[in-house]
């Protein structure tokens, strides 16, 4: 923990205070109301503070706390979300200037669950508008403003949950919820050196939740840890009859009690033959260097994934659920009054695509299921550089600094297919902004990646390493 | 876009039908793979030769700006659209050239639905 008490407190050690009595919950929900108020909008991180709606509910937390009913860990815990997911009676804008004021009448399940856990709204997290799906290529795409990161404001957040990014990375709330259709949490979780987890595709209930892509949208938990990742799902996991997606098996956090054990465990990772001169010297050296400490604790085969056209068939399902999703928003006008130029007219070509291409790309996604599983089965994860980069100066386009953000065909075939991945904080870069390592994991395999990356933590201190904010 | 034809008057002709296809079509002449050339006025018709045969980008873009017709269409965004229509069409000839068997089904979940009003469930 740094000097401030609570500011980059995992949930664990909130929650322990808590049980303590040496705080309250309307004590932490006061100290980072304040936090968001004083530093949210230098970072544009911020769309709306719940102020009323947390200090209710942080009462009633430490009210059932007093009574002995106790929900768990994020009882009493400050959050943000990202603002594409509903919240009755809060506007939520989905980072859009024309949807500023939209009102939805219902709560998403993420939030539901969130309350049912106990957990304290704090605020509506600021997003690349309509979650980057009209193809934004600078960091100024957004109703609140370029996203600027929690370690040089100079910079970006990452996106498109880039107020979840920077919020938990600035020590502004303790988690916060962030989705991801292609790259939407690894890239601003990377970006702020926080720990960021894309779930299985169908894990986490997407209802109440802006559809981009309705077959490839996720939604998953941004906090200061893996095991604060692993602790916030198991609050949002589990089947949702409003989500005909929604996985319909439970899930449990094996570590939900306690931290999982990592030091008898080892690991088999696979690495992948990255594009290395795409990456950043400092990004390559600190990916070098996190393989030497993941040989602590496991074995590493260098793999080759299978040769099918990843890129090509996520982009095309993308393309096609966006323009049925987003069809009347650019046909009837709205879209000319989107923050980013290119955004403007960025959808219009998606309208024309082929029911065919569509379906094809769908039939190639069977195939690159059967064989990217059959190419991981023999690995707990594949470990990955999550960036090619640290974060770029926000006054440049991204073709000027990012080189082509990520360095292998993983990403997109995870994403294509809805593998689960978690990236956290393995260095630091040139110009002193935060590097991450991913690991990505088979269909429902949350508990071995939440377990590998929560013992890399345990051998390695970034994840304590803070921004100065003031 | 060029000062011989002003944003609003290129997105007019494409909207316009005719004109227009021939204004896009002159857009097709010496593609790059990165940036389109910007459209130029079309040539007054000499009635001697046949009309190419417009190439699918232009016919796309010109039935696109037809059937969605705005005076936001300026240069920047014509041609980004353009460079987009080309890119899905590279996609879908990618996609068509993948070698698929006709068992190969589309990776979708869809399950028949029924609600539960109590009816008993015959056959």
């Known amino acids: ?470 | 876009m060029t000062g011989r034809m002003r944003r609003r008057e290129f997105a007019r002709q494409l909207t316009a039908g005719a004109g227009g296809l021939a204004a896009a079509l002159s857009v097709s002449q010496g593609l790059s793979a990165e940036t389109p050339p910007a459209p130029k006025l079309p040539e007054e018709p000499s009635g001697k030769e046949e009309p190419a045969a417009p190439p699918p980008e232009v016919l796309l873009l010109t039935y696109l700006v037809r059937t969605y017709p705005s005076d936001k269409y300026d240069e920047v965004a014509i041609q980004g659209i353009f460079r987009d229509i080309r890119g899905d069409l590279a996609r879908g000839k990618l996609l068509s050239e993948f070698p698929l068997k006709n068992s190969d089904e589309p990776a979708f979940v869809f399950s028949p639905y029924r609600g539960t009003d109590g009816t008993p469930v015959e056959g």
């Open chain 1, 1 to 470: 923990m740094a000097d401030d008490p609570f500011a980059f407190a995992t949930i664990r050690e909130l929650g322990t205070q808590l049980r303590a009595k040496s705080t309250s919950s309307v004590a932490l929900t006061k100290y980072f109301l304040d936090r968001l108020e004083k530093f949210g909008r230098q970072y544009n991180a911020v769309v709306r503070i719940t102020s009323e709606l947390a200090l209710e509910q942080a009462s009633q937390a430490d009210l059932d706390l007093s009574r002995g009913k106790d929900r768990g860990p994020l009882h009493g815990i400050p959050f943000g979300v990202k603002d594409l997911l509903a919240t009755k009676g809060i506007p939520t804008s989905w980072g859009a200037p024309p949807l500023k004021d939209q009102l939805i009448d219902e709560d998403a399940t993420v939030i539901v669950r969130l309350r049912e856990a106990g957990a304290v709204l704090c605020a509506k997290l600021s997003m690349v508008e309509l979650a980057g799906g009209f193809g934004y290529k600078q960091a100024d795409s957004s109703l609140t403003g370029p996203g600027l990161n929690a370690w040089d404001k100079t910079c970006w957040a990452g996106g498109s949950s880039s107020g979840p990014g920077s919020a938990v990375g600035a020590g502004l709330v303790p988690f916060a919820i962030g989705s991801e259709t292609w790259g939407s949490i690894m890239t601003p979780a990377g970006y702020n050196g926080i720990a960021g987890l894309r779930p299985t595709y169908g894990r986490v209930s997407r209802h109440g939740a802006m559809a981009l892509s309705w077959t490839m949208d996720k939604i998953g938990p941004m906090c200061r840890t893996a095991d604060d990742c692993g602790l916030v799902l198991n609050a949002i996991a589990g089947p949702d009859p409003l989500d005909p997606t929604s996985l319909p098996s439970p899930w449990k956090y094996a570590g939900v009690k306690t931290s999982p054990a990592t030091k008898d465990r080892r690991f088999k990772f696979a690495t992948l033959d990255v594009e290395l001169e795409k990456l950043a010297p400092e990004v390559r050296s600190n990916y070098e260097k996190s393989l030497e400490v993941l040989r602590q604790i496991g074995t590493l085969t260098p793999i080759k994934l299978p040769d099918l056209p990843y890129g090509v068939v996520a982009g095309t399902i993308i393309s096609c659920e966006m323009g049925a999703a987003f069809g009347d928003f650019m046909t009837s006008g709205e879209v000319w009054e989107l923050a980013a130029p290119e955004d403007r007219w960025g959808g219009f070509s998606n309208l024309l695509i082929p029911a065919r291409d569509y379906i094809n790309a769908l039939r190639i996604r069977g195939k690159i299921q059967r064989e990217i599983d059959a190419a991981l089965q023999d690995f707990d994860a594949v470990v990955t550089p999550t960036l090619n980069t640290e974060a770029g100066p926000v006054s440049q386009k991204f073709v000027e600094w990012s080189r082509g953000f990520v360095s292998n065909d993983l990403s997109g075939a995870a994403n294509a297919i809805g593998l689960p991945g978690i990236t956290v904080p393995n260095g630091f870069g040139g110009r002193g902004l935060p590097t991450g390592l991913e690991f990505t994991g088979r269909v429902f395999g949350e508990n071995v990646i939440l377990a590998a990356a929560t013992a890399y933590q345990h051998l390695t201190e970034w994840h304590k390493k803070f921004p100065k904010v003031n």
